[in-house]
């Protein structure tokens, strides 16, 4: 195993120069103009052949073979004012890589360099895939659709995160379900309108919509089973025109959040009966739209005990973390791993004297080490899951 982490620390240097070069100028999902430049810059350099998808995403592939093996790394960053005060700190005002987007594009550029150094020895294709649109549309959608996981065949999918939770050197796997499905939810309650001062005239769209956010509460705590994990959420209400006036209609934003893809059905019908039901029994109506988003990321166990294994001959056992408490966030590299046998699997950015950081924050820096470790992994699982079809 040390000739994985020679390997990485030859391309070490070059892979934190290219990743300050991303933080310093971080841009927004679907607006990643200027780091698929670089990307694509950097494949020159490299020889290695790719291809542009229509949403802006680059599948790079290194190696040939009847099957590959894939790598994704997301592109985008968030609306937040950096805090960090770091010398490569953003210099795009109200835009900052606060979740490790550019870490994650700068180590498959470091693989990317990696597997072209020995690409004749390698069992099977490499595919990196530069995904955008991560935080809002949901990029790898896309680029599936336009045949990334095709010619050659993708039979086994590998996405790494940071984690601030976890000390840089180690590395974190989560076996089947790891994130929760998301369903976009949003409920127009109509009433009738009328003066405050005689209610009895009107349908109080604000009274029913109230009813229907109380109730809904109840979609998890008594209607579906305590072991499968929901959640429901009303995030934003909008209604009502004045103080003295009986509001005739009220919109309603929110999610619902699952583990399980059947669940998700079960409570869907649910929320639809819950809402439209109470607002008959006031006399009023309620629209009902639900709109599939993400779906759950499940990895793939095999394929996951798989990469443990390689992880602790790589780091010793000490340093890998198997979880197994899911998280009801959502990650759109669902959809790769429903396209193929998935692993996401994490890495630690916490460094000594550090004190925890958040992700989505401006204060996130994460310790720029855990690329070494990165880098060492994806090219450890490389050579150990090349060598036969997943």
């Known amino acids: 195993m040390k000739e994985h982490f020679a390997a990485a620390k030859a391309v070490f240097e070059q892979t934190v120069a290219l990743r ?48 590959a093996i894939g790598i994704r790394g997301d592109m985008d960053a968030l609306p937040i004012e950096e805090k960090t005060g770091l010398p490569y700190a953003s210099q795009n005002p109200g835009v900052m890589h606060a979740c490790g987007h550019d870490i994650h594009t700068a180590l498959l550029l470091g693989t990317a360099e990696l597997c072209k150094a020995r690409e004749e020895k390698l069992g099977c294709a490499v595919k990196l895939f530069f995904q955008p649109a991560e935080e809002t549309v949901g990029g790898a959608e896309q680029m599936i659709r336009e045949g990334c996981m095709e010619d050659p065949a993708v039979d086994g999918v590998l996405g790494v995160h940071v984690s601030p939770n976890i000390p840089v050197g180690t590395l974190s796997f989560q076996p089947g379900k790891m994130n929760a499905a998301v369903i976009e939810m949003d409920i127009t309650v109509r009433g009738k309108g009328c003066h405050g001062a005689h209610p009895e005239k009107g349908v109080d769209a604000i009274v029913v919509a109230a009813n229907i956010i109380s109730a809904l509460q109840t979609v998890d705590s008594r209607r579906t089973a305590p072991t499968e994990p929901v959640v429901v959420t009303v995030g934003s209400i909008q209604g009502g025109t004045g103080r003295n006036i009986v509001a005739e209609e009220v919109t309603m934003k929110g999610t619902i959040r699952v583990l399980d893809m059947e669940t998700a059905k079960e409570v869907k019908a649910l929320v639809t009966q819950t809402a439209t039901a109470i607002a008959s029994a006031y006399g009023a109506e309620a629209v009902v739209k639900l709109v599939d988003d993400y779906p759950a990321l499940v990895n793939d166990r095999e394929l996951t005990a798989r990469m443990v294994r390689e992880a602790t001959a790589l780091l010793g056992a000490e340093k890998v973390f198997v979880r197994d408490v899911p998280s009801m966030g959502a990650d759109d590299f669902a959809y790769f791993a429903n396209a193929a046998k998935g692993c996401y699997f994490s890495i630690g950015t916490l460094g000594p004297g550090q004190e925890n950081q958040a992700l989505h924050s401006g204060v996130f820096a994460p310790h720029e080490d855990c690329m070494l470790t990165g880098l060492a992994m994806l090219s450890a699982a490389i050579e150990a899951l090349g060598e036969a079809p997943l």
Do not use: D, M
């Not at 679907?30 to 790719?50: M, P």
């Not at 291809?51 to 790079?60: E, K, P, V």
């Open 20 to 67: 300050r070069e991303l933080h310093r100028y971080p841009e927004l999902s679907q607006q990643e103009q200027r780091t698929q430049a670089l990307i694509l810059r950097r494949l020159q350099e490299l020889g290695v052949s790719y291809r542009i998808h229509g949403n802006g995403g680059i599948t790079a592939t290194v190696g040939k073979g009847s099957r």
